[in-house]
Each structure stands twice: as structure tokens, then as C-alpha cells.
């Protein structure tokens, strides 16, 4: 063991500060053991390129797994859910890996055959975390490559539920997109090229007749794939809403390819014009553009997780006296199991044998944890904290009072569809749509009297030259835009329809625990005299090693202190930690724990030292930082509730950062948040809903849009419309101005688009609409609404978060 | 005048070309993980 001095020197694994000491190896300094091993392992199969391409890219090994803990991966029927392809020698598997961040991550794990010589090949996919290994049946086995992951720091997260299954498909499914938008720019651009000499026909009479034919000739064949293919999911969604009697926006859109594309085809074979084939390949491009603009999203982020995400696949189950492995689905009332330190409760139980010390704050929020005795219900969803327990299950998994939740009906909705019914875009398209076909209408009524031969052309031309694509364009291209730079800011959507439904917001709620505090600080209790410094070093000595929320509060509120030697270091889990330093015998823990005859009620951690009670604190929550600043410039357009699972100790700290008039409601369950967001929707507010927990999960689901707060986006997180990264919490204020902003960009380039269609339809009613006009018309409208949504969204973003950040 | 057949027929096979090429490489999930692929092309094989 080294001295204090050395806690700024790295691990030479992990990049973290051996602040426990130093494990020197091969004179290397290392944080702990586990840290030591996994080097020694790589060193020994010649793996030590791990260290050389990213400083420390190890993954801190502090909390060793229980080696019990894969035995579920030796179930034939858990295997065969994971293996994707399998003959009698070789098998396939994909795991997603969430702690994959840099290159040398990626180099360890394309190596992994020389740590495991039954992998054939390791392959990992850096943007989505995922690793597809290949390996041989007889030399390793799932359950072995789990293991040799999680011990050198990349422990796979496994679930059954094919979440992750249905994403990845997602993902293949884009590809068609691709192919569409790839096939329409080539036919565009030819289209183009080809189409040049009819454009310049008016004034260079040399062109030959059968060059004009050939090259209308072309452009049909060439659209010929534009108009089938790439265009064909206007058609589909086109038609899919007529049958269910109701005019989508891809309707007008369907329409005018459709016209376009007919007439062309007449006009090239009747040959009296060359059609306006570019017009109708480039409306379908810029269109797809959009498209795929809009709906790339974010691959390793999943926004729909449910309570089964969070679950163990398996337990461990007591059956005369042997204990093997069950999934949870098969759990059924009346069996025995073990609860390890760390697990989540995957059924409603009783509890048996031992101490459960219960985490709830899964479920319900609070923070505390609770002690439960024997033969006491323990529900599910609690994180035992301290040993091993014996379980009885009362009720399984899908009658207890967690998943009762999920069975209420704001998780039968599909919120995507519902944001899109009522978003302003196919309202607005609906007076486009009437609008355009009144005049259309008025167009045929005219040329009817002045001269009929002029009624097909100008009608045709009209709805060529106004189709909505504009509309459509400005909409997708801003919301795409608009969401890549949301997520630059830390503020990961699920969709475009979450940006609209963003900005038209009016009620914040808050979620307490992990929302608005994060962790405890210490707050010396006047009763004491202040330490002096001999006894802050042993204090602090003692406190340092231990993993406890608590302990941590403790260490930051001595400050960095000198380490003493320490001996019969020991934690009694949940409630305190006693060693001896400097022949002193130092407790550090609850009042039970001290045994405190004196009684302050606000205290709840105390330290005696030879059985002298020498200091208490009372611990506070932590506040983020910026909250006072962040309500301030927010309640000119939101008001504010807060929920909070906790009880009422925090609510004089809470009334002093909201403003007045705010609602705070404290020892909410799951249902009583939900209940009160739908109490704010009947009074018709729109609720934007801030939380982290499970227990916000219902809340989340019903607001308006619901945003998690996460300290890690890789991490699991509630299904929810949008997940923000913790660290940028104080910029909540920017984010949803540019939300709101994204409307204004697009007003602006919606006015300017019916600007074009103006002139448009004005040349078009008059039937002077030729090839030349619509060919010059239609890409500079369409490049010229792009320019200006990029260009000022890009504005936009800087301009709301410079005054924060300079 | 002729001339202009070929070429115009040539130019269109070779954008064809390029096209099959771009499917091609979509299909070999060449966009898939542009930061992996960039950093497995530095990895040196020992």
C-alpha cells in the first residue's frame, strides 16, 4: 500500500485515480486487482496493442461478477434465442455491448479469438455497440464468451425481449430507402442532361429531329424506374389513406406525380412536347432526400423499453436444497429463490431467510432503503443492497403491483401515431389541397368558355406546378436538421413528430430524485464541534473504500485528507463501517449502528470514535446545478409541478427554487403521477414531463412528450419521447427555444414556397407553361427552401446557445 | 451526327455504372459503421 500523495496517479488499465491504494504490476500502477488480471490476461496473450492505441481504454473492475451469474446461458432454450445461425459445428451470435467507446475497445474485441481460441471471428459494429461473434460449438460455449467479456469489461446487456431483435431490422429496412433515393438522383440527374437541348430547342434550330426523339426516348425509360419504384411509397401511404376515407399529405403529392408522368408519356408519344419528366424525377428525389433526412435517427439509442428490459432473464431457484436457474417468465407463486446482493426482484415475494436491505427508488422513487423483515412482502422491482436472501414468490412477474402499471391504457396508444394525427402539417396540407383544386377547377371553367382545347393542358399544369411538395420539403428537411442539432446539444428525439409536440408545450413537471437532485450532500449538524485534522484523516481513511452513496458524501465533504493505515475494515451493508486507525476504533454509520444515546431527529449519519460520538450530519439532496437560473427563464411560458416519490423532507428546499404559484406533490406512486398529468391534460395543458426512473415510466408515457434524464444516453432508460443527457440539463431553456424556433423556419419557408407556387399557378392558368419555365422553376423553389431551412436552423442553434455558453 | 449516339449511349452506361456500384455498396454495409471501419484499417496485424 502506498501513501495518500499517490492518489494522482492513474491506472494504468482504466485512467482511474488509485485512490485505494496501488497494485503494481509489471511497473505498471493499477487500481485494483481486477484491473491487474484483465492486463495480466492481455499481456500474456500477447494483447498489450489494447494500451498503446487509446490511454487507459480500460473499463474499472471494481465490482467483480458472481460467477453464478451466466449459468442461465447454459439453458438450451435461453441459447436458443440468442444464436442466430447454427450448424453442428459452428454457431452465431450478436450481444450489444454498451461500454464499446474508443478504438482500442474495438481492437480487443476483434481479438477475442486469442483470448477464447473456440471464437472464429469477433466482429463489432462501433456505431450500434453490437458484436456478431462466430464461434465453434465443441471448443466454447455462449456462456464462456459472456463471461470472458464481462471480465475484461464489456459485459454484454442480454434480454430476451426482442426489443433490440426489432430495432436492428429497423435498421435493414432503411436500406430500401436508400436504394429509392440512390436510383431517383441517377435518373434525376440524367433526366437533366438529357432534357438540356429541349430546354435551348427555342433558339438552336440545328438540333435534328431524331435527336430530340431519342433523347425524349431516354428520359421515359429513365423515369420509367423513378415512377415505379422510387416513388412508390407515395403511392402506397396515398392509397392506404383513401381507403380509409381520409386525405393524407402524400395524396396531392400522389396526384401530381401521377398527372405529371401521364401527360409526359402522352405528350412524348403523341409527340407534340418532350413532358416534364425532370420536373416529376426531381419533386421525387428532393422529396426522398428529406425523407431520409427526417428519419435517420439515432442507432444506439432505444426509446421503447418496458419494465422487462430492466429484469434479470433468470433467478436462481431453491428446489430440495439444490439451487439451479429458472427464466423469471417461468416463475410461478410458491417457488424459492435467491435474491444475490445487487438484484432486482423479479416477482412479488415474501422474503424467507436473511436481512433484505430494499432499493426501491426503481419503482417508486425514493431514495432510502428500506428494511424488510422476514416473512414481509417484497415487491417487485426492489434492488436488494445488501447479502443473499431466500424468496418466496407470491405473485409472478405479470400480476405484480409494478407491471399492474403497464397494464393501464395510456400503454395501449401508440403516441407516433397520435402525434402525427394531430400536427399542423396535414392541416395545413388540407387547405393547400382545397385551395389548389378550387383554382384548378376555376382553370377549366375559363379555358371552358375561352378556348376548350386549353382545359387539359392548364389544369395538368397547375397541379404539376403546386403540388405540396414544398410544404413537405420545408417540414421534413427543418425537422431533420433540427434534430441533428438538438442532439449535438444533448437532447436525442425519438421522431419528428416530437419536435412539434415540443414546442407547443405549456406545463413542465418535474420528477424529484435523479431529476433535479442528484445525490446527497452533508451538512454538519451545529450540535458538534468541528474535527480536527488527525481525526479527518482517519475519517477519511475509513470512509474511502466503501461504495456507499453516503461514504462517497462523506469523503467530499473532508476534502482530499492524508490515508492512514487502516485494519478490521469491515461495512455492515445498510448500516454503517467500523475499522481501527491509529489504535482508534472508528464507526462511521446509522444511529442504531453508533448506538447514539443523544437524539437529533435531522441526523442521519454519525461517527464516533472510541465510542464518543464526535460529529453528525444531516445529508441534503444535491440540487443540479443552473436550477434557480433555469426556472427563471422558463416561467415566462411554463408553468411548473414537481412529483416526487420521496416524502416530504425535501419540500422547504424544493419550495425555495420553484416559483410560487408551482404545484409540488411529494410521496406520489407511479399511477397517482400519471393520474395528475391527466388531470393537467383535461384542463387542457400540454405537458412536457422531465423524469428518470421506472417510476416516472407511466407519467413519461401519458404527458405530451416525456423526456428522460440520463446520466449516460447508452444507458437504459423508460420508454419515452426523447432522452436528455444530464449534463446539458441547464440548457433545457435553449432546446426548447429551438424546438419553438423550428415552426418559425418553417412559416418563413412555407410563405416563400406558396411565394413560387404564386408565380407557378400564375404562368399555369394562362397554359404558358412549357418544359423550359418548369425545369427552372422546380429545382431553384426546392434548392432555394433548402439553403434557407439549413441555413437558418444552423443560425438559430447558434444563435440560443451562444449567450449561454460564452 | 452519328457520334453522338455512342456517346450519349456510353455515357449512360457508364453513370449505370456508378449506380450499380453505390447499390452495391449500400448492400455490403459499407455505411453501416464508419468509425469502426476507419479505425480497423489502422489496427496493425502482428
Known sequence: ?806 | MSALFILVIASLLVATGFLVAFIWSIKNNQYEDFKGSSWRALFEEK
Open chain 1, 1 to 806: 500500500m502506498h501513501k495518500a500523495d499517490d492518489t494522482a496517479i492513474e491506472c494504468h488499465h482504466c485512467g482511474a485515480h488509485c485512490q485505494f491504494g496501488i497494485v503494481t504490476f509489471d511497473n505498471y500502477p493499477f487500481c485494483c486487482e481486477g484491473c491487474k488480471l484483465v492486463y495480466e490476461l492481455l499481456k500474456n496473450n500477447d494483447l498489450c496493442n489494447y494500451y498503446a492505441l487509446a490511454q487507459h481504454p480500460g473499463l474499472q473492475q471494481i465490482k467483480p461478477s458472481t460467477k453464478e451469474k451466466f449459468a442461465y446461458l447454459d439453458d438450451p432454450q435461453v441459447q436458443q434465442k440468442l444464436i442466430q445461425f447454427t450448424d453442428q459445428t459452428i454457431s452465431l451470435v450478436e450481444f450489444y455491448l454498451p461500454n464499446v467507446h474508443c478504438s482500442s475497445c474495438m481492437w480487443l474485441i476483434e481479438h477475442l479469438n486469442r483470448l477464447d481460441k473456440g471464437v472464429l471471428e469477433s466482429r463489432l459494429n462501433f456505431g450500434k455497440k453490437t458484436v456478431q461473434i462466430k464461434f465453434l460449438n465443441a471448443e466454447t460455449s455462449i456462456r464462456k464468451i459472456v463471461s470472458l467479456l464481462s471480465m475484461i469489461g464489456y459485459e454484454p446487456y442480454i434480454s430476451l425481449d426482442d426489443v433490440i431483435h426489432k430495432e436492428a431490422k429497423n435498421s435493414s429496412l432503411d436500406k430500401s430507402k436508400i436504394f429509392k433515393l440512390g436510383i431517383a438522383g441517377f435518373c434525376f440527374g440524367n433526366i437533366m442532361m438529357m432534357s438540356f437541348p429541349e430546354y435551348l430547342s427555342d433558339s438552336i434550330s440545328t438540333i435534328e429531329q431524331h435527336y430530340t426523339s431519342l433523347f425524349r426516348y431516354i428520359n421515359l425509360l429513365l423515369s420509367l424506374p423513378v415512377f415505379f419504384y422510387s416513388a412508390s411509397e407515395f403511392f402506397i401511404t396515398a392509397w392506404k389513406g383513401f381507403q380509409q376515407r381520409f386525405l393524407n399529405i402524400d395524396a396531392p403529392i400522389a396526384l401530381a406525380i401521377l398527372i405529371t408522368f401521364s401527360r409526359s408519356v402522352y405528350e412524348i408519344i403523341s409527340h407534340t412536347g418532350a413532358g416534364y419528366l425532370d420536373s416529376m424525377s426531381g419533386i421525387v428525389f428532393f422529396m426522398l432526400v428529406g425523407r431520409v433526412l427526417q428519419e435517420r435517427t439515432q442507432a444506439s439509442i432505444s426509446f421503447h423499453r418496458n419494465y422487462t428490459s430492466y429484469f434479470p432473464i433468470s433467478v436462481s431457484i431453491i428446489k430440495e436444497e439444490e439451487v439451479s436457474t429458472k427464466q423469471v417468465s417461468e416463475l410461478r407463486a410458491g417457488d424459492r429463490i435467491l435474491l444475490h446482493s445487487d438484484e432486482i426482484a423479479p416477482a412479488d415475494c415474501i422474503v424467507k431467510k436473511g436481512t433484505a436491505f430494499i432499493d426501491y427508488s426503481f419503482v417508486s422513487g425514493e431514495s432510502t432503503p428500506i428494511r424488510i423483515k422476514e416473512n414481509e412482502l417484497l415487491y417487485a422491482g426492489g434492488k436488494q443492497i445488501s447479502d443473499t436472501i431466500e424468496l418466496e414468490v407470491v405473485k409472478p412477474i405479470e400480476q405484480s403491483y409494478l407491471t399492474s402499471l403497464w397494464n393501464h391504457f395510456s400503454f395501449t396508444k401508440n403516441k407516433e401515431e397520435e402525434n402525427k394525427r394531430i400536427s399542423f402539417i396535414p392541416v395545413l396540407s388540407n387547405y393547400f389541397s382545397s385551395i389548389l383544386f378550387a383554382i384548378a377547377f376555376l382553370t377549366a371553367v375559363y379555358w371552358y368558355f375561352v378556348n376548350p382545347n386549353f382545359i387539359l393542358p392548364s389544369v395538368s399544369a397547375v397541379l404539376i406546378v403546386a403540388c405540396p411538395c414544398a410544404l413537405l420539403l420545408t417540414s421534413t428537411f427543418t425537422n431533420g436538421i433540427m434534430m441533428k442539432l438538438l442532439s449535438d446539444h444533448g437532447l436525442y428525439l425519438r421522431d419528428a413528430s416530437v419536435l412539434e409536440q415540443l414546442s407547443k408545450t405549456n406545463h413542465i413537471v418535474f420528477d424529484k430524485t435523479g431529476t433535479l437532485t442528484h445525490g446527497h450532500y452533508l451538512k454538519k449538524l451545529s450540535e458538534y464541534a468541528s474535527l480536527n485534522d488527525a481525526q479527518k484523516s482517519w475519517i477519511y481513511s475509513v470512509a474511502l473504500p466503501s461504495q456507499h452513496p453516503m461514504a462517497k458524501a462523506l469523503c467530499t465533504y473532508l476534502g482530499k485528507q492524508e490515508v492512514c493505515p487502516v485494519s478490521n475494515w469491515t461495512e455492515v451493508i445498510g448500516a454503517g463501517i467500523m475499522a481501527t486507525v491509529a489504535e482508534k476504533n472508528i464507526q462511521i454509520g446509522s444511529k442504531g449502528f453508533i448506538n447514539a444515546k443523544q437524539d437529533v431527529t435531522e441526523a442521519n449519519l454519525w461517527i464516533a470514535i472510541d465510542g464518543e460520538i464526535v460529529i453528525a450530519f444531516e445529508s441534503i439532496s444535491q440540487l443540479r446545478n443552473d436550477l434557480p437560473s433555469l426556472f427563471s427563464r422558463l416561467k415566462n411560458r411554463f408553468q411548473f409541478s414537481l412529483l416526487s416519490g420521496d416524502n416530504e423532507k425535501d419540500k422547504a428546499l424544493m419550495q425555495g427554487i420553484f416559483p410560487k404559484e408551482a404545484i409540488l406533490q411529494f410521496g406520489q406512486k407511479p399511477l397517482d403521477k400519471l393520474n395528475f398529468i391527466e388531470g393537467l391534460q383535461a384542463q387542457s395543458k400540454r405537458v412536457l414531463m422531465i423524469g428518470d426512473g421506472l417510476n416516472d415510466a407511466g407519467a413519461l408515457q401519458q404527458s405530451n412528450v416525456g423526456i428522460t434524464l440520463s446520466e449516460n444516453i447508452n444507458n437504459f432508460s423508460p420508454s419515452c419521447d426523447a432522452i436528455l443527457d444530464a449534463k446539458q440539463f441547464g440548457q433545457l431553456p435553449n432546446l426548447i427555444k429551438l424546438a419553438r424556433f423550428s415552426n418559425t423556419i418553417i412559416a418563413i419557408t412555407f410563405f416563400i414556397s406558396i411565394l413560387y407556387n404564386i408565380i407557378g399557378i400564375g404562368i399555369s392558368v394562362q397554359g404558358k407553361l412549357n418544359p423550359m419555365i418548369a425545369a427552372i422553376l422546380m429545382p431553384t423553389s426546392t434548392i432555394s427552401i433548402i439553403l434557407l431551412t439549413t441555413g437558418l436552423s444552423y443560425w438559430g442553434a447558434q444563435h440560443f446557445f451562444k449567450a449561454t455558453t460564452t
